[in-house]
């Protein structure tokens, strides 16, 4: 059985990515020793904090090198376990990275529960996406009846979650989406009350159109030209969430907004770790497949296939290219016909 | 009687502020009707929040407007009262503008307690630059020992108060000013640790060495290239207190500081209203007063003198050209010899 994985040849330079950084190798799967699984990766998760991780941000336990394999979140079926807790046929789920058929310690992986939800969600709608949407809107940004609240990247993994837990909790709910037929998804399929395009040439006019009482909170995916935009428009102690900035990530020089929408508008800005969350899970998968079953939480999913095209589709997922929670499915899914 | 006071001829436009756009006028001082004080003005406090009142920005009760008096705060002594609760001689403040002998309403002003300290400081550290401060610094900078706190336009009204307060609670306080000279008195007057020149071509490696194991709270006054050195060295969780940003007042198409800092770090910026906290006054006058008469909190006030000065002493303050509470006193003060 062949490993195929994504690897590092050189640590990238800031800005755009270069294919030459990365090789994809082949060397045997590994026999798994005493506490660890040897695993078929199905949906290799793609997630924008990947390229954080590329840049050297944070102090990862595994920090990028050359000749390391990408880090990255994926759904795999047990093939062989020398572990009491998995046996073959197991739908697992954790950060096994971006490869094939790795070895993992099992301390590594989780069990999916399938009655929550198809297999995917698990690193979707009910993993760590959803975890983050639901922390960041729930404890930071804090809908309630009457606000507005705003979401960039409105049709990706975290944002349509959030947004969508926004209006569950009775606020009016505006979405930022990067094409007409993704603010088409967010506004017919997700329920938002309006979407932007964020091309727009008149983005910040556009937006005023459909908060005419301001903003109360702002769930933000991208930075960028998207927040510059909406920061004018502030209500009065704001919320801002600050879940990623999508479109900065690849800019060493990037600059952000002006401050002052928050400094007028005795608005706040938090940042947080959903990392730091994971103890919630339960509560969490509970909550939202209950919305999922209700018919009241929808989620799509964009799938590329094939290792050797991750590289291409994460680069896409970087520039907004992807048009839902973006996988790459390298194996079969038994689960789906 | 004769009341000098400077108005407005048109609003100004955004960018620097042009005398054009001032007059000197001069008007017989209105005999005080029911309810009413004549004042006679001894020193006008000039204050960053004023050039946006000028820029029309948040929903003032008294808007800019031609022929209208600059509003801002003031020491005065009461000439004549039709008022019980004041009678000529009394010492009051109160935010009465930009003029030599106003006649307000008595809400309007508040008989200052000498016994706390001269007279000027109801407008500076025992005022509202200092209640900013301690706002400020203790709900949302939350200085404890071991944390590094920096502040910026640590020699003003505003940031040597704060800077003190963290010391006093046992934070090492780093200091940014605008000159050797002003970083020899925040560190030598004013007990702060270190203080760096934020001038330097080398703001960021300057801070760096100072701050070997990151900020954890930055209180900031002014935003621009100050804001930019800090962000990339905040530490986890990182508090940041938005307080001014008067690098930027004067520049409609200011950018901001990239907010990867923030992401990364999962902090926080939270800006906040001294109007909503003027109910505090009283026991922030008590403790402020207090640490004063200790020897463990020290001010400095920059004096102009003239009414015809005021706006060349108020954009001396936009460019950081004051050193200390600025003041223009226009009005002899019997308090003093």
Redesign the interface.
């Known amino acids: 059985m062949i490993n195929r994985q994504v690897q590092l040849v050189r640590l990238p330079a800031p800005g755009n990515l270069s294919p030459a950084d990365f090789k994809v190798a082949e060397s045997p799967a590994a026999k798994p020793g005493n506490g660890e699984a040897l695993l078929r990766t199905i949906y290799v998760s793609l997630d924008p904090y990947v390229r ?1 991780w590329m840049g050297g ?2 102090n990862y336990v595994y920090p990028p090198a050359p000749g390391r394999t990408v880090i990255g979140r994926a759904v795999s079926e047990v093939v062989e376990s020398a572990d009491p807790r998995f046996k073959p046929g197991d739908f697992v789920f954790g950060e096994t990275g971006w490869n094939t058929h790795p070895t993992v310690k099992a301390e590594a992986i989780e069990k999916i529960d399938a009655s929550l939800g198809p297999i995917s969600t698990a690193v979707g709608v009910l993993g760590s996406p959803g975890l983050t949407a639901w922390v960041g809107m729930l404890d930071i940004g804090k809908p309630a009846p009457g606000d507005t609240v705003v979401v960039s990247a409105a049709a990706g993994a975290v944002g349509s979650v959030a947004g969508q837990i926004a209006r569950i909790r009775g606020a009016r709910v505006v979405g930022i989406a990067g094409s007409p037929d993704k603010c088409d998804f967010v506004v017919k399929d997700l329920g938002f009350d309006a979407c932007v395009n964020h091309r727009s040439a008149s983005l910040g006019d556009d937006l005023a159109k459909v908060c005419p009482n301001g903003i109360n909170a702002y769930f933000d995916n991208t ?1 960028g030209a998207t ?2 935009a909406v920061f004018p428009l502030l209500a009065k102690r704001a919320r801002v969430v ?4 999508v479109a ?2 690849n800019d060493p020089n ?7 929408g ?12 959903v990392r ?1 969350n994971l103890h919630r899970m339960p509560e969490f998968r509970r909550e939202v497949s209950g919305w999922m079953k209700a018919g009241q939480m929808r989620f799509r999913e964009d799938l590329a296939h094939g290792i050797e095209n991750t590289l291409t589709a994460f680069q896409g997922l970087l520039e907004g290219r992807n048009f839902g929670k973006l996988l790459v499915q390298v194996g079969e899914d038994p689960t789906r016909r």
Do not use: N, V
């Open positions: 954080g941000i944070d930075g927040t510059r600050l879940c990623g900035l900065e990530y990037a600059s952000g907004p002006s401050l002052k928050i400094l007028y508008k005795q608005a706040s800005i938090q940042a947080f770790s730091d």
